[in-house]
């Protein structure tokens, strides 16, 4: 992903932008979001030649016994959204993880994002917790949806 981290961060910033994607008011370095992602599975999603998509993991915690269980990270362009991108790379993201030894993925997303959750659930993600106003962004009080989906193969 180095080599797409141009078109990566671009569109990272787009969802920045938004205000519905992240609490994060800027794109990290390439070091610091390496170092804090799994080396693998990473994907782009690309059409044309152009990174249109992306998504990774992040460890859920650092202890071992968590090792299998990530925080899924997905952003298309907006200039591609209602094209199936996101729900592209969701469930080939599922398959990998799966086959990688994950057994549960998480995504952390904003109420006001209804879009993400409605696609979440139809990967087979699951609301298992709502955090009510756990965080500020422009003097309001955002909350968040937990979502999980645990792995069928590793019940």
């Known amino acids: 992903m180095p080599e797409d981290w141009a078109a990566v961060r671009q569109i990272y ?75 592209t790379l969701l469930s080939t993201m599922i398959a990998r993880s799966e086959s990688e030894g994950f057994w549960t993925l998480q995504s952390v997303i904003f109420e006001e994002n209804t879009a993400s959750i409605r696609l979440h659930q139809k990967a087979g993600f699951r609301i298992v917790g709502f955090r009510e106003k756990i965080g500020r962004m422009d003097n309001r009080w955002l909350s968040t949806v937990l979502m999980e989906k645990r792995s069928e193969k590793w019940e």
Do not use: M, N
């Open 13 to 87: 910033q787009l969802g920045i932008d938004t205000k519905l994607a992240t609490f994060e008011t800027e794109v990290p370095s390439w070091e610091y979001w390496d170092a804090s992602h799994h080396q693998s599975p990473r994907l782009v999603c690309e059409l044309d030649g152009k990174v249109v998509g992306w998504a990774s993991l992040a460890p859920a915690s650092q202890r071992e016994v968590y090792r299998g269980v990530a925080e899924l990270t997905v952003y298309t362009h907006p200039d591609h959204h209602g094209k199936g991108i996101g729900k």
